[in-house]
């Protein structure tokens, strides 16, 4: 998963890419604009400067392209994995949570099976969703991460219009596709 920020108000002429989310020991590694970010040795952004040098991009976040991977590789690092980490995903299961009734399990299929707790309750079986999985990284900047809610694993986050930066929905975002495509935002 890569995804490009771009945010003109708050970074002002720098892209942020984000490649994973890991905690640890950061070190920066500066090649002209582009500066490479690691933790504990794995690469897990960039930040290029004066981006609008290189490409054009709109403000938000999106999975970066082509033209964006084949420059950052121009300036000294090459993007191995530029899939998305939205997908469309299937609900097959919906169960109550045994711990609380303001949440529910789910069982959904993308290109696998995951389960995911939500407390969205307009959510039904045969609904198409967007799933952001384990590392996605929302456009507020939140990385999803693998946890636990209630002592109930949960495999990533079903995802409404307002949370990927979209048009406002009641509840989670329902589209359209093939289980397993990426969503792109």
């Known amino acids: 998963m890569s995804l490009i920020i771009i945010n ?9 890419i984000s490649l994973s ?4 020991n950061k070190t920066t590694k500066t090649i002209g ?17 004066n981006y609008e040098k290189y490409f054009e991009a709109k403000n938000g976040v999106h999975t970066i392209n082509k033209n964006q991977i084949e420059t950052i590789s121009k300036l000294g690092y090459t993007i ?6 939205f997908e469309i995903g299937e609900i097959i299961s919906k169960k109550n949570h045994p711990k609380s009734d303001k949440l529910f399990l789910l069982e959904v299929i993308t290109n696998r099976k995951l389960n995911i707790v939500t ?12 799933v952001a999985n384990i590392g996605a990284v929302l456009p507020n900047g939140e990385a999803i991460l693998h946890s636990k809610v209630m002592g109930i ?5 079903l995802c ?25 935002l």
């Open 33 to 49: 604009d582009l500066t490479i970010i690691s933790v504990n040795e794995v690469v897990t952004s960039l930040n290029l400067a």
């Open 21 to 24: 989310h890991k905690n640890g």
């Open 153 to 157: 694993e949960s495999e990533g986050m």
């Open 80 to 85: 191995k994995d530029s899939k998305s980490k």
């Open 8 to 16: 003109k108000k708050s970074l002002g002429s720098t892209a942020l």
């Open 119 to 130: 407390n969205d309750n307009k959510v039904e079986i045969g609904n198409k969703v967007v």
């Open 160 to 184: 409404g219009g307002e949370t990927l930066g979209l048009e406002k929905t009641d509840g989670v975002l329902k589209t359209e596709g093939k289980n397993g495509d990426e969503f792109i």
